[in-house]
T-cell receptor, first 112, second 114 residues
Framework: GENVEQHPSTLSVQEGDSAVIKCTYS??????FPWYKQELGKGPQLIID?????GEKKDQRIAVTLNKTAKHFSLHITETQPEDSAVYFC???????????FGAGTRLTVKP | DTEVTQTPKHLVMGMTNKKSLKCEQH?????MYWYKQKAKKPPELMFV???????INESVPSRFSPECPNSSLLNLHLHALQPEDSALYLC?????????????FGDGTRLSIL
């Protein structure tokens, strides 16, 4: 089955700096890559996603890039704010929603 | 606020108790999921319902019994749980399971087994 690796496990940045979280996947047939943000006491919230036919997608301060050849995708957060502090999970789906696999998570801390 | 509502938010139960977790969505989604999340770990898929029929059971012990009474509701019946079953139980929904589509999560039920 699909295996998703996520790095780093923890990331600390100063407010206003950029943050980058990277994930790699094992199965080249994976075609959907969502990113979730999980705040303390909450469920995962979808913040951005990308499909395999697209190389980059941006939504305000958040962007995701996909390199199908290298089988990795990254989350970029610019102009970070303290409210961006949370655990971020990447995920990959092979064919359908029955097999979405999550990375181990990255705890992002944005220092004011 | 999440569009997937889970109740209760917290549940403490003994190993001999029977309780149920509830999940509700009104987005017209036809796929619903139960996940288990241990502290500092990603969610792990337990069950998938597609059009009110169980389509995936990820080798979950029989002390967890899912039920989908209609397209908006999903229950998880609990009986004779073990202390290691203490975790955050998350419900999610998506348009279908046939093609990849965003899954929307509730805020979960934090379950503690005494």
């Amino acid at each position: 089955g699909e295996n998703v690796e996520q790095h780093p496990s923890t990331l600390s940045v100063q407010e206003g700096d950029s943050a980058v979280i990277k994930c790699t996947y094992s199965d080249s047939a994976s075609n959907y890559f969502p990113w979730y943000k999980q705040e303390l006491g909450k469920g995962p919230q979808l913040i951005i996603d990308i499909r395999s036919n697209v190389g980059e997608k941006k939504d305000q301060r958040i962007a995701v890039t996909l390199n199908k050849t290298a089988k990795h995708f990254s989350l970029h957060i610019t102009e970070t704010q303290p409210e961006d502090s949370a655990v971020y999970f990447c995920a990959a789906s092979l064919y359908n929603n029955n097999d979405m696999r999550f990375g181990a998570g990255t705890r992002l801390t944005v220092k004011p | 606020d999440t569009e997937v509502t889970q109740t209760p938010k917290h549940l403490v139960m003994g190993m001999t108790n029977k309780k149920s977790l509830k999940c509700e969505q009104h987005m017209g989604h036809r796929a619903m999921y139960w996940y288990k999340q241990k502290a500092k770990k990603p969610p792990e898929l337990m069950f998938v319902y597609s059009y009110e029929k169980l389509s995936i059971n990820e080798s979950v012990p029989s002390r967890f019994s899912p039920e989908c009474p209609n397209s908006s509701l999903l229950n998880l019946h609990l009986h004779a749980l073990q202390p290691e079953d203490s975790a955050l139980y998350l419900c999610a929904s998506s348009h279908t399971t046939g093609v990849v589509a965003p899954q929307h999560f509730g805020d979960g039920t934090r379950l503690s087994i005494l």
